[in-house]
């Protein structure tokens, strides 16, 4: 499987943020993006997710077959946002993505506890801190299967183990042949990964 | 100790929810048989009144009619009392107070609706008049639920508590401009043609089984409303705690 | 698509008692009405059926800016929209539509004969109106997805929605209104207008999602 953008330009409120962004990714490789703010770290990702239109440039995904035909399909999305209900409950929120993405990898309690959340199942996620939050969040890319993880600041409001903790995850999925593109401002810890500086060639003025 | 003195110390002691629910534990149960009782014999004794000569069976209905209209009213009271509560002395069990009564007080209000028009469906011929006094009662119930809605409303129950407040105090300063603005606007569009109980003319023979029954469904009306703010109680304590277990997932996970 | 539905209506049932306000504005508007015109029973019962639609049809509205706005704000409208390969984005917004209209508007419904009998209306138009509002106000859900969609983007969409929406439901209420005077005045039918309800509503459900789709895929920022 293979990911890969072309000239990409994105706009933003019909200004360009930046012009002729291009990578490929291989399966099993992450590729972090970063620079400073504001240089469209997150247009690219919703660009590449399929939910913004890039003012020019293609994105394709090879070789994912039926199962996969296109990014968005193939992605989870990770973004600034947890997307859950904080009047449901943990398990709750977790067991209706599992259940309306489609491919159940994990169960719902294996997923929470990987991200060390398996006591609080059964509270309201309105309940949680802003990291708990962010690592229900995570466990929603384990409880349905995507061989491409999108992620936007995933690790904002971590604390240092549950970064930890999140990148062992990260490692996991890249072993199993799995995609990582990650916008961020922190290391990652992850290994081998290709880095994409944005705001140094890539963007004019 | 002075008797103020002593006086103010049961207060704070009361203010403590701990000691609250205690007391609520202990009155509960005594309170409610007491209601039943009263209760029971008030309703006993409007049947073996006699039948009203206008009215026959229907007036019977009145023994649980009057009760409930003035109860709704008298739970509003107890509202804009609780407010004042929350408002002005601060006391923590105010709010409580006022959100458990909100939804007895409707419920109140909305049986001496219901009681009225099956009362007066057979006189008027129809389920529903707007009459003065149930077109004021009605607006009673629209003022209930509006505060139900707030105080449901808004996770935070210090700040849900002091906007109800402010609300059932509004609305307490309105009653008598609603009730007098419902009455002329009611003679400006028909003149009273609704057959209408006067207070004083009432016979003894009915007026006892109604005081008798009115006092029983008044101590229905504290049991329940100590039951309600017991259980609000519980409900803000179970939300503390997993807050707390949030919390707590945190330090053991680790 | 039934786990999205249950979600959308356990989160309209926990959040704070949308439904009970929804209630509460229709109890209202319906009882300011006899205020407004006296409370002449002969005349209520006339305008009665016309009263519970346009409240019915006012609280309605009330909650419907938020139907995308929440899943918008905690990011759940972007999942659902790159979802779109396995569940179609339209069918997914008419489930929102559905359990909306479930959590919201069927208490609305439900009310319905209980505040016909304040307007005196007629058994026989109790029945109507409320069977018309059971058909009727899906269609003015499906509508107001579209407008809901639109605003999606707008941090005080509320009142725009409304006044989108307004002028595209008002043939839902004319029929809806025709068909429960057809049940109570004799010479009206109540059949036909009643039967182009239901194909407004079953119309709206193909039209308003498809639209809503759309508008909420270019929502994107």
């Not at chain 1, 240092?160 to 401002?185: K, N, P």
């Not at chain 2, 607006?139 to 002091?162: E, N």
């Not at chain 3, 479930?102 to 304040?118: D, N």
């Amino acid at each position: 499987m293979r990911l890969s953008a072309e000239n990409l330009v994105g706009e933003r409120g019909g200004e360009p943020v930046f012009h002729d962004i291009g990578f490929a990714l291989e399966a099993g490789r992450a590729l972090l993006v970063t620079g400073p703010n504001g240089v469209g770290k997150s247009t690219l990702l919703r660009i590449v997710a399929g939910l913004l239109p890039a003012a020019a440039g293609t994105v394709r995904l090879a070789g994912g077959g039926e199962a996969w035909p296109d990014v968005a399909a193939a992605s989870h999305y990770l973004g600034p946002h947890n997307a859950m209900k904080t009047t449901l409950t943990v398990g709750e929120n977790l067991a209706f993505w599992r259940d309306f993405l489609g491919e159940p990898h994990l169960a719902v309690d294996e997923a929470l506890e990987m991200v060390g959340l398996e006591m609080i199942a059964h509270l309201p996620f309105a309940y949680l801190s802003t990291g708990q939050r962010r690592r229900a969040a995570i466990a929603r890319l384990l409880v349905s299967y995507r061989p491409v993880w999108l992620l936007d600041e995933p690790t904002s409001g971590l604390d240092a183990a549950s970064a930890a903790q999140f990148a062992a995850l990260m490692g996991a999925h890249l072993e199993d042949g799995g995609l990582i593109v990650a916008a961020t401002h922190l290391p990652l810890g992850l290994d081998n990964a290709t880095e994409l500086v944005m705001g140094q060639g890539g963007k004019d003025g | 100790m002075s008797d103020a003195a002593a006086a103010t110390g049961r207060l704070t002691g009361l203010a403590n929810p701990t000691r609250f629910l205690a007391l609520v534990d202990r009155v509960v149960p005594w309170l409610g048989g007491a209601a039943l009782l009263t209760v029971a014999v008030g309703l006993f004794l409007g049947f073996a009144a006699p039948e009203d000569y206008q009215q026959g069976i229907t007036v019977r209905i009145m023994y649980i009619h009057v009760p409930f209209a003035w109860l709704g009213m008298l739970c509003y009271t107890v509202m804009a009392v609780s407010a004042l509560g929350t408002l002005v002395w601060r006391h923590p069990l105010a709010d409580v107070a006022l959100k458990a009564a909100a939804p007895i007080g409707a419920a109140f209000t909305l049986l001496a609706l219901v009681t009225g028009s099956i009362w007066g469906k057979p006189m008027w011929g129809t389920w529903w008049v707007w009459d003065a006094r149930l077109t004021s009662v009605f607006v009673l119930f629209l003022m209930y639920l509006g505060i139900i809605a707030l105080t449901r409303a808004m996770d935070d129950p210090t700040r849900a508590g002091r906007a109800a407040a402010v609300v059932a105090l509004v609305g307490f300063v309105n009653i008598p401009i609603i009730k007098f603005s419902v009455d002329w606007w009611n003679t400006l569009h028909q003149p009273a043609s609704v057959i209408r109980f006067d207070g004083p003319t009432i016979h003894p023979s009915l007026l006892v089984p109604l005081l008798v029954s009115a006092a029983g469904f008044t101590l229905m009306f504290f049991t329940l409303h100590l039951m309600a703010m017991r259980t609000e109680i519980w409900r803000r304590r179970v939300i503390a705690m997993r807050r707390l277990a949030a919390r707590a997932a945190e330090g053991g996970g680790r | 698509m039934l786990a999205l539905y249950l979600r959308d209506v356990r989160v309209g049932v926990r959040a704070g008692g949308g439904a009970l306000v929804g209630v509460v504005f229709f109890l209202a508007v319906v009882a300011v009405i006899p205020f407004g015109v006296g409370p002449d029973l002969n005349l209520l019962a006339r305008i009665g059926p016309a009263v519970l639609w346009i409240g019915a049809l006012l609280a309605s509205l009330l909650g419907l800016e938020r139907l995308f706005q929440l899943d918008r704000e905690d990011g759940s409208l972007d999942l659902m929209v790159m979802a779109g390969e396995r569940h179609l984005t339209a069918l997914s917004v008419l489930v929102k539509c559905l359990a909306h209209w479930t959590a919201s508007v069927l208490p609305l419904v439900a009310v319905t004969p209980l505040l016909g009998l304040f307007m005196n209306v007629a058994p026989a138009g109790l029945a109507a109106a409320t069977a018309t509002l059971l058909v009727g106000t899906p269609a003015i859900v499906f509508v107001g997805a579209v407008g809901a969609a639109v605003a999606v983007a707008l941090p005080r969409g509320g009142l725009l929605v409304s006044v989108l929406i307004l002028p595209l439901v008002i043939p839902i209420l004319i029929f809806g209104v025709a068909a429960v005077r057809g049940a109570v005045a004799d010479p009206d039918p109540f059949l036909p207008p009643f039967l182009i309800l239901l194909a407004l509503t079953l119309f709206f459900a193909v039209i308003g999602p498809l639209a809503a789709a759309v508008a909420l895929r270019w929502s994107g920022d």
